[in-house]
Every structure is written in structure tokens, then in C-alpha cells.
């Protein structure tokens, strides 16, 4: 069956990246695009950006340009999502999802907690 | 850039009732809305796509309808596990969520 299991919460200060890693099993990786969100609790769901597994192509919420970058590593089947310079406003749930138009699978999401 | 809007922003129900939650686009989006479901501490489960179209293992109590700006997630016969957010989203160019529906039960 389809799984996507997403990397472990993470604790970090003001200024620092963090690499966010999405493994999945179950389908075939390289066919389908992958989606990420963010989520501040208590809040509805930002869409962040989109990577095609096949060709690694991308495309960006506005919003998330210069914050977000997304790859795919397909010899693992694995998407990581690297957010630069984080800032309390970064502290959010991180999801990943697969992108089939709609998002029909999800990761149990990663909470990303900024602070000094 | 479209705006999707929900409402209302809370509901409260008793089992068994009949609730009826709407999505309203600010332009024109066709078919292309999904309904999610997402209960404290868990990711979005997929309810409905392009509109009407259940997905697979959903309960058939629950129905989605409309087309062009106006949308409406239905439950028919609300049970107890269906107390959650529920938030409709535009499918394709820069998916946009709704600011979501709380659904609480008496």
C-alpha cells in the first residue's frame, strides 16, 4: 500500500535551515508529482510548492520562493523539502503529499518549532 | 489569485442530524474542488474529488455537489467519528485551501 513517512520534528533556532525528507513506498516515485503544506496550528493549510519526481521540474507558491526549495532523490524514492533561514513564523506542521490533482495520500506531518 | 470561503467556520450537531457545510470560489473553478477531513493531530484525509466523486472507502454518507463557484460538502446521518475540520480545496493551478469547517457534536 501507499506510505509516505515523513522525517522526525525538529527543534531549531532562529537563522538556521532544515532539511524535511518525505519517503515513500507502494506506488511508483517517479510518476507522480509530490506536494508540500504548511499547517500552523489552529490554521487552514498553506500549499507551499510541487516537484516532479520524474524530471525533478517544480513549481512554487509565491509566497514560499526563496524559502523553500524542493528536490527528489528517486534511487530512494524520497522528497526533501529545505527551508533557508528559518524565523518564529516558520513554526508550523510540514506535510507532504502525493499530487495526483488532488492529494490522495499524506505524511503524518513534521512540527518545525523556531526558537531561541 | 482565487479565494475559496467556507462556511460557516463552526457547526454544532447531534448524531444522526443532517449537516450541510458550503465552499464558495471567488471565480469560476469548474468542477475542480476536493473536500478534505482532518481530525486533532493527523494529516488531511481525501472525502471527495472534482466536486462529486467519492473517494475510495468513504463512507456514502458523505456527498459533495456544485459546480462553477458554489460548492457543498453534505453529511447524511452524522456519526460521532465525523467530529473534525473540514476544508474544500481548488485542484490544479496554485492549490488554495478554505479556511475550513469545524463540525462539533452536542
Known amino acids: 500500500q501507499v506510505k509516505l513517512q515523513q522525517s522526525g520534528a525538529e527543534l531549531v533556532k532562529p537563522g538556521v535551515s532544515v532539511k524535511l525528507s518525505c519517503k515513500t513506498s507502494?506506488?511508483?516515485?517517479?510518476?507522480?508529482?509530490m506536494s508540500w503544506f504548511k499547517q500552523i496550528p489552529g490554521q487552514s493549510i498553506e500549499w507551499i510548492g510541487m516537484?516532479?519526481?520524474?524530471?525533478?521540474?517544480?513549481g512554487y507558491n509565491q509566497k514560499f520562493k526563496g524559502k523553500a526549495t524542493l528536490t527528489v532523490d528517486t534511487s530512494s524514492s524520497t522528497a526533501y523539502m529545505y527551508l533557508s533561514s528559518l524565523t518564529t513564523e516558520d513554526s508550523a506542521v510540514y506535510f507532504c503529499?502525493?499530487?495526483?490533482?488532488?492529494?490522495?495520500?499524506w505524511g503524518q506531518g513534521v512540527m518545525v518549532t523556531v526558537s531561541s | 489569485n482565487i479565494v475559496m470561503t467556507q462556511s460557516p467556520k463552526s457547526m454544532s450537531i447531534s448524531v444522526g442530524d443532517r449537516v450541510t457545510m458550503t465552499c464558495e470560489a471567488s471565480?469560476?473553478?469548474?468542477?475542480?474542488i476536493a473536500w478534505y477531513q482532518q481530525k486533532p493531530g493527523q494529516s488531511p484525509k481525501l472525502l471527495i474529488y472534482?466536486?462529486?466523486n467519492r473517494y475510495n472507502g468513504v463512507p456514502d454518507r458523505f456527498t459533495g455537489s456544485g459546480y462553477g463557484t458554489d460548492f457543498t460538502l453534505t453529511i447524511n446521518s452524522v456519526q460521532a467519528e465525523d467530529a473534525a475540520f473540514y476544508y474544500c480545496?481548488?485542484?490544479?493551478?496554485?492549490?488554495?485551501f478554505g479556511g475550513g469547517t469545524k463540525l462539533e457534536l452536542k
Open positions: 503529499a502525493r499530487h495526483n490533482n488532488y492529494f490522495d495520500y
Open positions: 507502494g506506488y511508483t516515485f517517479s510518476t507522480i508529482y
Open positions: 516537484i516532479y519526481a520524474g524530471d525533478g521540474g517544480t
Open positions: 471565480q469560476n473553478v469548474q468542477n475542480n
Open positions: 472534482y466536486a462529486s
Open positions: 480545496q481548488r485542484i490544479y493551478n496554485s492549490p488554495t
